[in-house]
């Protein structure tokens, strides 16, 4: 995919995934995995090729982070 904005979407995370990223099912079957984010972070993500029912995605805007979020 490209760099414009509409190859994004906004998501809200829904779970952990087995190597601890945050992970949404967009639909049945499909789920887009997002490194370095928590269940309940609202997101703007670039997701990449579909793989098995996967893609992984890259973070292109955080909307609101989970209350979890720790300042280091």
Do not use: C, K, Y
Request: without cysteine; glycine residues 12%; proline residues 10%.
């Amino acid at each position: 995919m490209g760099e414009h904005e509409s190859d994004t979407t906004t998501v809200t995370i829904e779970g952990l995934g087995f190597l601890g990223e945050g992970f949404v099912q967009l639909e049945p079957g499909r789920f887009v995995s997002v490194p370095h984010t928590l269940p309940g972070d609202e997101v703007v993500v670039r997701p990449g090729p579909w793989r098995r029912g996967r893609a992984w995605a890259e973070v292109v805007r955080w909307v609101r982070r989970a209350p979890e979020h720790h300042n280091p």
